[in-house]
Structure formats: C-alpha cells, structure tokens
C-alpha cells in the first residue's frame, strides 16, 4: 500500500507563515504529480497547488504570490511554504499524489488524512 502522512499545521497570525509536508511511503515505483487541496468548513474541497515530478507547477489565484509547492523526489516529499497567511486560508490542508507501485500498473490517487490550518488572531 501507500501512505501520505502530512505534517507542520497548527495555528498562525494573520501575515505569518507556516510550511507543510508530506512525505508518501509504502510500494512506490514512481510518482507524478503532487499536490495540495484545502477544505473549509461548509465548502467543498478545492485545489491549491500541483507539481509534476519535473518541477512544473500551478497555483489556484487566491494563493499566488503567497504559497509556493516544492517536491524532493528522492525523498517521495512535497512542501508547501505559506506566506502572508490569511483568516480565509483557514482550512483542513490535504496532500496528493498520483502513484504508480509497480512498472506495470498505471498511477492511481491517493490522500493524506489532512493537517489543519488554522489562521486567528
């Protein structure tokens, strides 16, 4: 199996910073793209960021300029870096990847459990 365990959540002021990690373990071949979703209480649950394993990434307009996604593929680990946090970031953080654990399966989805960010003053 694979396992995606976030860490780094907590709770910040308004214009600090926080930096989440996810570190995905088990039966890997090779992974492709990573990223992060967020859910907020009563809202669906939306994309923040991705990254492909070549460095490629995309970042949803309300994080822009604020949070940058980063990945070590040595170490199966993807980061997100949040800067200038804001009370509407507050969020149950989830982290992604599409997996392939063997050369000869195709990738498949899976999900981290979550860390929440909470941002108060």
């Known amino acids: 199996q694979v396992q995606l365990v976030e860490s780094g959540g907590g709770l910040v002021h308004p214009g600090g910073s926080l930096r989440l990690s996810c570190a995905a373990s088990?039966?890997?071949?090779?992974?492709?793209?990573m990223g992060w979703y967020r859910q907020a209480p009563g809202k669906q649950r939306e994309l923040v960021t991705t990254i492909t394993s070549d460095g490629s990434t995309t970042y949803a307009e309300s994080v822009k300029g604020r949070f940058t996604i980063s990945r070590d593929n040595a170490k199966n680990t993807v980061y997100l870096q949040m800067n200038s946090l804001k009370p509407e970031d507050t969020a149950v953080y989830y982290c992604n990847a599409n997996v392939k654990r063997h050369f000869a399966l195709g990738y498949r989805e899976y999900w981290g459990q979550g860390t929440q960010v909470t941002v108060s003053s």
């Open positions: 088990g039966s890997i071949f090779s992974i492709n793209a």
